[in-house]
């Protein structure tokens, strides 16, 4: 049994790197159509916040509800603000994803094989405390894989016990277990979770993102111009939506409100 456990760690560790390997090449495809799209997609959803909220301000002004039309006025500069924050977060992120180097994907394997060691909610099923404790640490893990943090992975799986206490999380023992039963256990979740990542990675590669990076290793620069194509279909819209912003502020004024 403890044979088998080895084994299904080893492949566990092997599909989580394959796993990070392909969600990466997926994501830098995507994070060039970022860059190039950014300002016309940030330029559309700022006038669909104008258009939402004018509408909102002139039916409340038609109601002669003045304190909702001034609060829609306030919404949509929180909204904006709120915009720009995030498309400064997706740029940030943008901005992190490349492909994986050999070197890292080395590193990562060397990572995964510590990692999955962790795998054991078994253990912790009769005591509440400890199994909070291993599902904060399951999402830290999935959190930094999720985000290509490798520091974080690399912090955990160097000293998972340093980690939960710099947390202030409950300590674990990873040490393995000796019960036939709880062996058998292991083993058990530790296929499940091969299935699950199986099963992901499948639908990864079936996905329009990863068929995207595909055709875009196969002919470079196709994000180009398929970035080029995109930005003047969302020209097109702003345009549209510039034409509604106006009407309404139009609307507005003939009510002798403040445009904005």
């Given at each position: 049994m403890r044979q088998l456990i080895a084994g299904a760690r080893s492949r566990l560790a092997e599909l989580q790197v394959e796993f990070a390997r392909e969600i990466s090449r997926a994501?830098?495809?995507?994070?060039?159509?970022?860059?190039?799209?950014?300002?016309?997609?940030?330029?559309?959803?700022?006038?669909?916040l104008v258009v939402h909220y004018r509408q909102e301000f002139l039916d409340s002004f038609v109601r002669n509800d003045t304190d909702e039309a001034e609060?829609?006025?306030?919404?949509?500069?929180?909204?904006?603000?709120?915009?720009?924050?995030d498309y400064e977060s997706m740029a940030a992120a943008a901005e992190?994803?490349?492909?994986?180097?050999t070197g890292q994907e080395a590193e990562l394997t060397q990572l995964w094989n510590a990692?999955?060691?962790?795998?054991?909610?078994?253990?912790?099923?009769?005591?509440?405390?400890k199994l909070e404790t291993f599902h904060k640490l399951t999402a830290a893990i999935n959190q930094a894989k999720d985000t290509g943090d490798i520091e974080t992975l690399r912090e955990i799986a160097e000293d998972p016990k340093g980690f939960l206490l710099r947390q202030g999380w409950t300590i674990l023992d990873f040490g393995d277990v000796e019960d036939s039963a709880k062996l058998k256990k292991l083993h058990e979740t530790l296929q499940e979770e091969i299935e699950s990542v199986m099963e992901s990675l499948k639908e990864l590669r079936d996905s329009p993102d990863y068929?995207?990076?595909?055709?875009?290793?196969?002919?470079?620069?196709?994000?180009?111009?398929?970035?080029?194509e995109r930005a003047k279909q969302i020209e097109a819209e702003n345009a549209e939506l510039e034409s509604q912003a106006e009407r309404?502020?139009?609307?507005?004024?003939?009510?002798?409100?403040?445009?904005w």
């Open positions: 994501e830098t495809a995507q994070a060039v159509l970022f860059r190039h799209l950014r300002e016309h997609n940030q330029k559309r959803d700022r006038l669909r609060q829609a006025e306030r919404d949509l500069a929180q909204a904006k603000a709120q915009l720009d924050e992190k994803r490349n492909p994986l180097s990692l999955v060691k962790l795998h054991q909610p078994e253990r912790f099923v009769h005591e509440p405390d068929e995207l990076c595909r055709l875009a290793e196969q002919k470079p620069g196709i994000l180009d111009e398929l970035a080029a309404l502020a139009q609307e507005i004024r003939k009510l002798g409100g403040k445009a």
